[in-house]
Structures are given as C-alpha cells and as structure tokens.
Nanobody
C-alpha cells in the first residue's frame, strides 16, 4: 500500500522560510515523478513543482520560480520543498503526489496523494 506523508508546514511571517518534506512508502520511489501542489481556500488545487523520475527534469510554477526549490533523496524515499521569501499568497494546504508517468503539471495525472500540510504566511 502506498503512503505519502507530508510534514513541515506551519505559520511563518512574510519573507520567511519553511521546508516541507514528503516521505513515501510502498512504491519504487526513484521510478516515480513526485510533485507538490497547493490549494488555497476557495481555489483550485494548483501545481507548484515536480521532480521527475530517474533523475529527470525539475519544473516549477512561474509563481514560485526562484523562491522554491524541490529536491529528492531516493535513498530516503523523500522529496523536499524548500520555500524561501514566502508571501501571504503562498498560504495554502500543500500536497505531495506521485505519478508513475511523466510528472506533468496536471493534477489528474497523479496516482497517489498525501493528506496535505498547512502553510500560513502572515503579512
């Protein structure tokens, strides 16, 4: 059974940093693309970043490019999202998701999801 567990969320002031972690089990981790998505109240779940499988490319949403960094440690079955220069508009529940395919920006391509972790950025 596949499990994805996010951690590291919290409350931070604007301009601050947080590092999210996504620990995976029950899957051949290096063979999956792992992405981060976020959902703010009343909004659609949106793509944030993805680390594609087997050393593939990394991709970021324009809104976080230059501020967020995704990294994976295949030995630990974990993907991280380092978030710097946080803004109030980054406030959302952040989800990690795994895709045995390409790892697109489209959330419906992802097969497994975590429960999410709340990130709140105060102004």
């Amino acid at each position: 059974q596949v499990h994805l567990v996010e951690s590291g969320g919290g409350l931070v002031q604007a301009g601050g940093s947080l590092r999210l972690s996504c620990a995976a089990s029950g899957l051949a981790f290096s063979s999956y693309a792992v992405g981060w998505f976020r959902q703010a109240p009343g909004k659609e779940r949106e793509f944030v970043a993805v680390s594609r499988r087997n050393g593939g490319m990394i991709d970021y949403a324009d809104s976080v490019k230059g501020r967020f960094t995704i990294a994976r440690d295949n030995a630990k079955n974990t993907v991280y999202l380092q978030m710097n220069s946080l803004k109030p508009e980054d406030t959302a529940v952040y989800y990690c998701a795994a895709d045995w395919g390409y790892g697109s920006r489209f959330r419906y391509d992802y097969h497994y999801w975590g429960q999410g972790t709340q990130v709140t950025v105060s102004s």
